[in-house]
């Protein structure tokens, strides 16, 4: 399905900046002309986003989701030293939901959004560590 996005999304890229397929433009110039970001990077700026914005808004309902504590309270961890959220899936089925995957993304490219209390400065930081990711 995501393939199938992206490609919809080239199409439109390149009727956008007027260039044929024959062209044999690439993905990342066609994403660099137009001001965009790829379908990949999109995902995963939206899902650091999510779990910013539930960890930072009390209201939010998957607050609980990414807050649980690892551990006893008395035990000092690396991974809870550094901020990282507890990944909880056991099964090859859970690893796939999107809890998992969002934690997973989390803990790899959310050590700078950690620090980060605006909204506007995460965005920026957002923005700054999806470009680390693949296309």
């Known amino acids: 399905m995501m393939a199938d996005l992206q490609i919809v999304l080239n199409k439109a890229l390149q009727i956008a900046t007027q260039v044929r397929k024959i062209d044999r433009v690439s993905v990342r110039e066609l994403c660099e002309r137009a001001g965009t970001l790829t379908i990949n990077r999109i995902c995963a700026r939206d899902q650091l986003q999510l779990v910013w914005?539930?960890?930072?808004?009390?209201?939010?309902?998957?607050?609980?989701?990414?807050?649980?504590?690892?551990?006893?309270?008395?035990?000092?961890?690396?991974?809870?030293?550094?901020?990282?959220?507890?990944?909880?899936?056991?099964?090859?089925?859970?690893?796939?939901?999107?809890?998992?995957?969002?934690i997973k993304l989390w803990n790899k490219y959310g050590p700078q959004l950690r620090i980060v209390q605006s909204e506007s400065a995460a965005k920026k930081v957002m923005k700054s560590s999806v470009l680390q990711l693949p296309m």
């Not at 989701?65 to 859970?94: I, N, P, Q, V």
């Open 53 to 102: 914005k539930s960890l930072h808004d009390t209201n939010s309902p998957l607050q609980e989701l990414f807050t649980k504590e690892r551990g006893s309270s008395s035990m000092t961890m690396r991974s809870k030293a550094r901020g990282d959220l507890k990944e909880y899936a056991r099964t090859t089925m859970g690893q796939r939901n999107t809890p998992h995957t969002v």
